[in-house]
């Protein structure tokens, strides 16, 4: 199935705040969150029904074969989708679907959201988020693993990905929030179809 939906796609590695920019537009902009369902372990700060849904993988596995997900994968050995009932109640509400989506499934997704607008976070360092992992408690060997995986996700959307994405932003510190939100809402006010930002907007050939 095709979504003739404009909407927004939000990629990059782990750590790096996709979440919580997500919430920012939510509480500044028309825009809402389709809240994933997941088998992954929930985090002591994280909240049921608001970062996450949480299940086991058989109550997953059952959601997927009664069709209820619009769109899943498998990553780091836990299963994430998007219920279809979650996409629709956001419809119902008129607000703006806003997805988080790992790099590698882009083209995928792609194909479901043909117009969707779809923008990469690119960390200035990788200490910037290893800074982020310690600070909301994560154990030290799984922050040394996900500063791989980020490596790694950073190197694919460079060599395979980057065409796919309608922008990029490089995430210095928490000041280039502000930039990040008023592109995004300039994009889809005003129909702008590329842009780049580091610190400032600008235009990108």
């Known amino acids: 199935m095709v979504y003739d ?4 796609v939000i990629s990059g590695p782990l750590g790096v ?3 919580f920019l997500v919430h920012y537009l939510e509480g500044n902009s028309p825009f809402k969150r389709v809240i994933p369902t997941t088998t992954r372990k929930k985090r002591e700060m994280e909240i049921e029904g608001r970062d996450y849904f949480f299940v086991n993988e058989e109550e997953f ?5 009664n069709n209820e997900l619009m769109f899943w994968s498998r990553i780091f050995d836990n299963y994430y ?4 009932s979650s996409f629709e109640k956001i419809h119902s509400l008129g607000l703006i679907h806003t997805f988080e989506i790992y790099t590698p499934l882009i083209a995928t997704f792609s194909e479901l959201f043909p117009k969707s607008f779809k923008i990469f976070f690119v960390p200035n360092l990788f200490e910037f988020l290893e800074q982020r992992m310690t600070l909301r408690g994560d154990p030290e060997e799984q922050i ?7 490596r790694d996700e950073v190197d694919l959307y460079y060599s395979h990905y980057k065409n796919i994405y309608d922008a990029e932003f ?3 510190d928490n000041n280039t929030l502000k930039f990040i939100v008023e592109s995004i809402q300039k ?4 129909e702008l179809n590329h842009f780049y930002i580091e610190g400032n907007l600008q235009r990108r050939k």
């Open 5 to 8: 939906y404009k909407v927004l």
């Open 17 to 19: 705040e996709k979440t």
């Open 61 to 65: 596995l059952l959601k997927l074969s």
């Open 81 to 84: 989708g998007y219920e279809l």
């Open 144 to 150: 040394h693993q996900r500063i791989r995986y980020a």
């Open 170 to 172: 490089v995430v210095v």
């Open 187 to 190: 994009y889809f006010e005003d």
